[in-house]
T-cell receptor, first 113, second 107 residues
Framework: DGGITQSPKYLFRKEGQNVTLSCEQN?????MYWYRQDPGQGLRLIYY???????QKGDIAEGYSVSREKKESFPLTVTSAQKNPTAFYLC????????????FGSGTRLTVV | AQRVTQPEKLLSVFKGAPVELKCNYS??????LFWYVQYSRQRLQLLLR??SRESIKGFTADLNKGETSFHLKKPFAQEEDSAMYYC?????????FGPGTSLSVIP
């Protein structure tokens, strides 16, 4: 059963701690993306990766970091430098030819207290 | 700058009434546009692509380059159409999403 899996679904962290969100896909997609979804602001791109061992900053990369050591995995670390980390985070993948559209994960809701 | 705007945050229509969700874009090249939908407690999913010229779940969207619009339309709204709708534009190697419109269909 192919798809894209994000874990955990809910995550709570204390302010000042780094936290890593997992995103795994078995669709053999080349490209993977991280978005942040906030009410009234739509989806904002954090980081994306077109191929293994390469990634680019999106529109709101400050305070975040990623790695792409394997094609299937694209974890996102929310660092203590991110000023407003409480949000809903969405991971997506695509074949690489963008016209096919994205497949999205179910998201991780991060709450920093 | 590439941008997608959806002027309505919320849209309420009665069941059976026509519905139109507006989307405007700014893009210097030849645009590729999509509509994504997120139903309650479900993941965001692709609804339709302008290059396919398809009709999905009764929805259609026509690209109007003169007006730089890609409005989503359905002649008769159903209760199950209630969801969050995002218009999206391909910009080079990434996709830019609009802020979204929450559609509520009143029974």
């Amino acid at each position: 059963d192919g798809g894209i899996t994000q874990s955990p679904k809910y995550l709570f962290r204390k302010e000042g701690q780094n936290v890593t969100l997992s995103c795994e896909q078995n669709l053999n997609h080349d490209a993977m993306y991280w978005y942040r979804q906030d009410p009234g602001q739509g989806l904002r791109l954090i980081y994306y990766s077109q191929i293994v061992n390469d990634f680019q900053k999106g529109d709101i990369a400050e305070g975040y970091s990623v790695s792409r050591e394997k094609k299937e995995s694209f974890p996102l670390t929310v660092t203590s430098a991110q000023k407003n980390p409480t949000a809903f985070y969405l991971c997506a993948s695509s074949r690489g030819t963008r016209t096919y559209g994205y497949t999205f994960g179910s998201g991780t809701r991060l709450t920093v207290v | 700058a590439q941008r997608v705007t959806q002027p309505e945050k919320l849209l309420s229509v009665f069941k059976g009434a026509p519905v139109e969700l507006k989307c405007n874009y700014s893009y210097s090249g030849s645009p590729e546009l999509f509509w994504y939908v997120q139903y309650s407690r479900q993941r965001l999913q692709l609804l339709l692509r302008h290059i396919s010229r398809e009709s999905i779940k009764g929805f259609t969207a026509d690209l109007n380059k003169g007006e730089t619009s890609f409005h989503l339309k359905k002649p008769f709204a159903q209760e199950e159409d209630s969801a969050m709708y995002y218009c999206a534009l391909i910009s080079y190697d990434k996709v830019i999403f609009g802020p979204g419109t929450s559609l509520s269909v009143i029974p």
